[in-house]
Structures are given as C-alpha cells and as structure tokens.
C-alpha cells in the first residue's frame, strides 16, 4: 500500500519547501510505461510506448499531432485504460481507472482544455469536491486563504472569489495550475501549458516547474515549441504512429527532433518567399478609425489581394477583438469596414460572409467546428445556405464539394462521416479553414492559425497560407509566436494597448523591433 492510497479529503497548500510532501528521492523512478497499446474505433492510437518518469526531472514528450501523446496522458489520468502493456507507479503494476485512482497515485494533469467550471469561484474551482468544512459546512474563509497562497505561489493577480467566467485564457491556465498544486501530486503532466501564455507567463511557469523539480516533483511536460525543450527538459521521448521510437538528451539539435518527430528533414519552417506573389494596387480589405471603448482606438489598415498581413502584440493587446469586429462578431463604436471598396454594416456576420470574410476564431474547438459533427457537415457549414433550396440540403452536391476539399487539404481522417473531435489538432485546424475556402472567402483572417500543431502541420499550414495568397486572397494573421508573424507576413502590424503601434515591412521587422513596439510602454497617448 502507498502513501497515496488514502489522500486527505483537503490538504493546504504546500510550503515553497515541500519536499517533505514528496518521499521520492531525486533520480528514483516514480512512473513507468510498458509496451501500453490502446486502439480506438478504426485507430491504433498507441502500438507499444515504454516511457518512465524519474524524481526531479522534467521529460518531455514530443511528437505530432496524432502521434499518441494525448492517449498516452488520459491513460496516465485514468481517462482511458490500455488495451495492452502495463503502468508502474513506484515500481508496482497501477490500476488507473479514474481520475481518484489518479490522484490516489499522486498523478495530477493539466489538460489543454481545461476541467474548469466558469461558474464557480476561482477557489471553488481548485478545491472542488475537496472543500474544508467547519461544523459541516464549507469553510469559505480557509478555502479563500489558502487559495489566496496558492495563487500568489504561481503568480497570477486574481482574487480567490472571482468567478471563472471573467478570466481570460492565460489566468485560466494557471488556475489549472494552481489546482494541480493544491493536490501535492508528486508527477504532473502538463499538456501544451504554454500555448495560451505570455513570455513573461511563461518564464513564471518555467520558474514553479524548476521549483516543483526541486522538490522532488516529476513533470511530463508537452510542448509543440521546440524552444522549450532545451530551455526546461532533461530527456526528451519522440512519439511517432503511436510508438516510442526515441529517447534522447533535452539539448539534442532542433533539425534532429524534427527529424524524429516526422520521419523527415524539414529545410525550411516557414515556406514564405517574400515579393513572389503579385499584389493588387487595390485593397481588398480596408479599414478606417476603428474604435471600441475599452477595446480598441483608431484601429487602420488595408490588406490587399496576395498579401500576408500579420499582426502582433502581447495578450491583452486588442487583436483578437479586433478581428471579431471585422467579422461582425462584435459591435464597434465608430468606423468604417470596406471589402472592394464596399461598407459593411456593424456587427452582421452574415454581410461579412456575403462580402467575402471569413474568421478562423483562435478557439477552434469551442468556435470554429462543431466537434461532434462529421468532417462533412464542418467543412459544409458555410455554404449551407446557399445549398438549400425550399428547406432542402443538397447533401449529395454538399458531400462532393467537402470530399474535394479534404482531398485537396489533405486531411487525414476515416472517411468523411468520421467525427471531428477524434482528429489531430492540425486537421482539425485544416477543417476550420477548408469551410471558408469552399465559400471562396477573398479575405481570410487566421486567429492564432497554429496553436497547439505540431511542427510538420504548421508547415502545412503555412503552405496553405501560401496557396491563398497565390490564388489572389488576402490574409490577416494573428499569431503570439514571434518566429511565425516574421516568418511568413509581408507587413506586420504591431498592436498595444488597443491602439496600432506601428507597421514593418519584412524588411523591417525584427524581433526587437515588434517587441519595443509591442510592450505597453512604447503606446503613446
């Protein structure tokens, strides 16, 4: 029996010297993966991983999307169970069948989407079905104090008593993250916690992982960004088609990763050829004095056919609300919205539409695609008005046109009918963008277009970016991740405080560059 075996209905939070809590010493194994297999519907999802965990380090699991790494940690987090092989904790053969079994092992995982419920409290959320109880009742006051201590731990400025719905993605994230240390796991898996956040959120993660690793903590840690491997791992494990087929050193180069991720060099990671493509005199897309109280101020630009305009800026910035409003998704205050010298109405989506726009939320998952819908009905939802005549779909025409579509993209799947929460990121990605390009959108606006992708499909992408252009469509591309906006814009416009900072041509831009406009002190008023 393990120590695990009976937690504590509620623990405080730990010291900032826990490894009193932890009994593993550094090095010792705490986890081990043999030979698991798991099979889905149609989908070997693993064929034989062996992965092992260590006191104190931070192992890093690497591969595409689809590679097996999201059924390997919902294994870990008792959410599915092997079809074949075996899990060890401490040496001892585990039965994970749920997220107490998990927890009882002193397993603790943060999600890419996060297990949190908007309408309760921030400190509600951490200690959910584990509330403090004096006299039988919840101690709010204890479970708001040591919440409190736990948020200062990760360094997030929300208050205990904040319900969850007033928080953006990034706070949401270290929520998570506080919840996990609330339950002093001694393994925490961490799937793409660096996605939503910023460098600075970032470094401050990376402190509390280097803190945790000294506390004799063990950390799976998943990332698409390469950067970060060398910058926080130990050892690094390379999933591929469900198997393990490499185990190498964090500082292992860049090329050989990539190498071993995707079965093939990669020579070059944002296939951009500047000036190559013929842009219109004309703008496609033009926009004037855009405004929003407390959202956005002045907001103008123009975007022409053949053109990559990206756009940067730290969270918070205002890009993504103004993005919606181009859509129509939200109202503006004052301003103009042109396509081929066309006003648009405020706030109408479907003049949007009909003029030409088409969004690709950053969300894709809760805005961009009906995840229980089939790749088919996803890649049709656009053109549907237009295939319906007298309350009649024309399934047949619809059909056809999404498995051209498909095939052009090159989405891997089962078949058309096959569900598209079951696809990897990158082809879900590839079905959030198909929709538009079958409604023949002029201008495409790409909200973070490579969250959470690995790195063969961001290329993809990238290159589909390129075939838009090429076709003579405008894009507009939002994007946190510095090397992509540099990469693959032909202008960048860099935004702060709700405001358009500046404009740099390629030429121009540099990573210093955006950043000394990004930051909010260099707004001017």
Do not use: C
Not at 322 to 332: C, K, M, S
Not at 424 to 430: E, L
């Amino acid at each position: 029996m393990t120590s695990f075996d009976k937690p504590p209905p509620y623990d405080a939070p730990p010291p900032q010297d826990a490894r009193a809590a932890h009994d593993a010493p550094p090095g010792r194994e705490l986890l081990r993966t043999e030979g698991v297999t798991k099979a889905f519907p149609g989908v070997q999802a693993l064929g034989g991983v062996d992965f092992d965990l260590r006191a104190g380090e931070v192992h890093v699991l690497l591969g595409e999307n689809g590679a097996g790494k999201s059924t390997l940690i919902k294994m870990l987090a008792g959410a599915h169970r092997p079809d074949g092989g075996r899990i060890l904790v401490d040496g001892t053969p585990a039965q994970i069948n749920g997220a107490q079994d998990a927890e009882k092992y002193g397993i603790a995982t943060i999600h890419q989407e996060f297990n949190l419920v908007p309408d309760l409290t921030v400190a509600e959320n951490i200690y959910l079905g584990r509330q403090p109880r004096r006299y039988g009742l919840i101690d709010r006051r204890r479970m708001n104090t040591d919440a409190t201590a736990l948020l200062e731990r990760v360094g997030v400025d929300v208050s205990a008593d904040t319900r969850l719905r007033r928080l953006g993605v990034a706070r949401l994230q270290m929520v998570e993250i506080a919840k996990a240390l609330s339950l002093r796991a001694r393994v925490l898996v961490m799937d793409e916690p660096t996605a939503v956040l910023t460098s600075g959120e970032v470094d401050r993660l990376f402190d509390i992982v280097d803190r945790l690793r000294q506390d004799g903590v063990g950390v799976v840690f998943i990332t698409h960004k390469l950067e970060e491997v060398a910058r926080l791992g130990d050892r690094v494990t390379v999933l591929r088609d469900g198997r393990s087929v490499a185990q190498v050193p964090a500082d292992t180069g860049r090329d050989e990763l990539v190498r071993l991720m995707v079965g093939r060099s990669i020579e070059q990671q944002y296939p951009r050829a500047h000036g190559t493509v013929r842009q219109d005199p004309a703008p496609l897309l033009r926009v004037s004095g855009l405004s929003r109280a407390g959202r956005f101020e002045d907001i103008g630009f123009e975007v022409r056919a053949g053109e990559v305009v990206g756009v940067a800026g730290l969270v918070g910035a205002g890009r993504t609300e103004v993005a919606r409003a181009l859509f129509g998704a939200d109202p503006y205050d004052r301003g103009t919205v042109e396509v081929l010298g066309r006003r648009l109405p405020g706030g109408d989506v479907p003049a949007a539409m009909a003029a030409g726009i088409g969004l690709v939320p950053e969300d894709r998952k809760a805005q961009g695609l009906l995840l229980d819908a089939s790749v088919s009905e996803n890649l049709g939802l656009v053109t549907l008005r237009g295939a319906t005549r007298r309350g009649w779909v024309d399934r047949a025409g619809q059909r056809r046109a999404a498995s051209r579509m498909a095939g052009e993209l090159g989405i891997r799947m089962a078949g058309l009918d096959h569900r598209t929460r079951t696809l990897s990121g990158g082809n879900q990605q590839k079905v959030a963008i198909g929709k538009w390009l079958l409604a023949d959108s002029r201008v495409l606006i790409l909200d973070e277009p490579t969250r959470g992708i690995d790195v063969g499909a961001k290329v993809e992408i990238y290159r589909l970016i390129n075939d838009l252009t090429a076709a003579g469509r405008a894009v507009l591309m939002i994007s946190s991740e510095l090397p992509e906006v540099l990469g693959m814009s032909d202008r960048i416009l860099v935004m702060a405080q709700g405001r358009i900072t500046g404009e740099l041509t390629a030429a121009q831009a540099t990573q210093d560059a955006v950043m000394a406009l990004a930051v909010p002190t260099a707004v001017t008023t």
